[in-house]
């Protein structure tokens, strides 16, 4: 599977790291999943780190914090568009930490480039099914990850209960 890409959405592999969102842009904000935790890097601040052990729930939108309908806002469409709103948007993972109880939103630029809808929902089932199984750890897992990733990119499930399994087979990998 080695011609495969090696991007699921809003998440690529960049030098041998995994990224949520558009590192390249000048100013921006991204998430890098590192052995330690989920770092947020963002043009105007430091960062912020979350250990893995802290992370008990994820959720995941496009296009708005908090869409009227489903995980997807007007901007999930639009930016990977050609035109004046290429690019334009965030995606943002809604998570609930442990230890203290808190919820946290956190947000990355997306690319420039079109999100295939099916690779969306397989994203956030990856993430939702890792993190219930209580291995979120595992997404810091480079060559875990890949490979989940290249089975991932070439499946086409067409109901929710096909996009679980594919997660599933992926996830034993």
């Keep these: 599977m080695s011609g495969i890409r090696r991007a699921l959405g809003p998440l690529e592999r960049v030098n041998g790291r995994w990224i949520l969102g558009d590192h390249l842009r000048p100013g921006g904000t991204w998430l890098e999943l590192r052995p330690e935790g989920l770092y ?29 309908r489903g995980s997807y806002g007007v901007l999930a469409l639009l930016g990977g568009l050609p035109g004046p709103w290429k690019g334009r948007g965030r995606g943002y993972l809604h998570m609930t930490l442990r230890h203290p109880y808190e919820n946290w939103l956190a947000s990355f630029d997306r690319h420039p480039r079109w999100y295939d809808s099916t690779e969306l929902v397989l994203f956030e089932e990856l993430l939702r099914q890792t993190v219930d199984e209580g291995e979120a750890n595992r997404l810091a897992d480079s060559d875990w ?10 499946q086409r ?10 997660v599933a087979r992926a996830r034993q990998l």
């Design 157 to 166: 499930p067409r109901t929710p209960g096909g996009v679980r399994e594919a």
């Design 40 to 68: 947020q890097i963002s043009g105007e601040s430091e960062g912020q780190s979350i250990p893995w052990p802290r992370v008990m729930l994820v959720g995941f939108t496009l296009g708005a914090r908090h869409p009227q």
């Design 145 to 154: 990850l890949g490979r989940a990733v290249e089975l991932l990119v070439t």
